[in-house]
């Protein structure tokens, strides 16, 4: 009797070793899943920007060193020291809680690494402090160090807003007017007024938000803006932060509302063109050449030669301004009284003849015809 080998002996044969790896291969799954995101992870940790100080306290006055690594190739970096912030929760209260004043630019080499010095400055805020580095350009990444600010005074952190969540309610609008000095080129100035409603389960206090100002077809330029005040869970409130343009600007703008990550509201905003300006350059262009040419002819008429008949003819000429300005020859009154007397007497005595009664001694007699 002969044995047949065919695939269903196959089949018998391999189950053992099946049954084996169907064993052995859930026990390995878990290693196999840990090897796998332990790469990932390790190369995110290997490339995630760092940032280490040369020293971790130092007072007002001083400088340290400040190195990184693991950053952008060839990006500007700024670097600043902040008050009321920590490496876990960052700056809470943003720039404005930064010596800006005394920050630091500088820019990776290629490799994304940099090293610069940083004078010790003291923060608008209490400590705790941190210096913070952040890019300027392109992406944006940032990183926080524990620094202490020798002397500085320190204060607890606020209390932790994450749960609250803010959301615009009604439309935003500008409220305010143009004053005369804007007309001649003064920076216009509004106000963004917007209602915020908190739709999280905790609140926020004292929010910062970022307002954003385009034009034409540039990318917006954000400024932070914090408002002071708590938005409870479920409450809203209403809220006014101040915008700025820069002097002389005219055209159509369009003012943004951001709120961590998210633009909240966009407003535009047309500003009509500062005549005044342009009146003020078309009457120096008038002013100025009439003023050139009237002393001009000043200078030319007191250097140009005289001849010797115009010098008589001035001498000879009795000026109007020499008489003007002497004292008016008057007449005694009595002597004045005497005069017209003596002209009435005189009058009086001469003989009064009518037409008639005339003498005729020089008057040549008519003749008669016949006379010779």
């Known amino acids: 009797m002969t044995r047949r080998t065919g695939p269903e002996t196959l089949r018998r044969a391999a189950s053992p070793a099946r049954l084996l790896t169907l064993a052995v291969l859930p026990a390995l799954l878990p290693a ?214 820069s002097a002389g600007a005219h055209g159509d703008y369009q003012i943004s509302l951001r709120y961590g990550k998210k633009v909240l509201a966009e407003q535009p905003w047309g500003i009509g063109r500062p005549w005044g300006v342009t009146l003020f350059w078309v009457l120096l262009c008038l002013v100025v050449p009439a003023a050139v040419f009237r002393i001009g002819m000043a200078v030319v008429d007191r250097i140009r030669p005289r001849t010797v008949g115009a010098h008589r003819t001035a001498g000879a000429r009795p000026g109007p301004a020499v008489s003007k300005g002497l004292p008016r020859r008057t007449t005694p009154v009595a002597r004045t009284a005497r005069s017209a007397a003596a002209a009435d007497a005189t009058t009086a005595v001469l003989p009064w003849f009518t037409p008639d009664s005339a003498p005729s001694e020089n008057r040549p007699r008519p003749t008669t015809k016949g006379q010779a």
């Open 32 to 245: 196999l899943f840990l090897s796998v995101l332990a790469v990932p992870g390790a190369r995110a940790a290997e490339s995630a920007p760092t940032v280490s100080l040369s020293t971790k306290e130092a007072g007002k006055g001083g400088e340290i060193t400040v190195s990184g690594k693991g950053w952008r190739g060839e990006a500007l970096m700024l670097l600043l020291i902040c008050g009321q912030a920590t490496p876990e929760r960052g700056v809470i209260g943003g720039t404005n809680s930064c010596a800006n004043g005394a920050g630091r630019a500088v820019t990776t080499d290629k490799k994304g690494a940099f090293s610069k010095k940083l004078p010790v400055a003291e923060p608008p805020e209490p400590c705790p402090c941190v210096v913070h580095v952040a890019t300027v350009t392109g992406e944006q990444a940032s990183a926080d160090a524990a620094f202490t600010v020798a002397g500085h005074p320190t204060a607890e952190l606020p209390r932790r807003t994450g749960g609250g969540k803010l959301a615009v309610l009604a439309a935003t609008r500008l409220e305010g007017d143009s004053s005369l000095l804007t007309w001649f080129g003064a920076p216009p100035a509004r106000r963004l007024v917007f209602t915020v409603g908190n739709l999280g389960p905790a609140p926020v206090e004292d929010p910062v938000f970022e307002i954003g100002t385009a034009h034409g077809v540039y990318a917006p330029q954000w400024e932070e803006r914090q408002w002071r005040g708590t938005v409870a869970p479920g409450a809203r409130a209403r809220i006014a932060l101040p915008v700025e343009l």
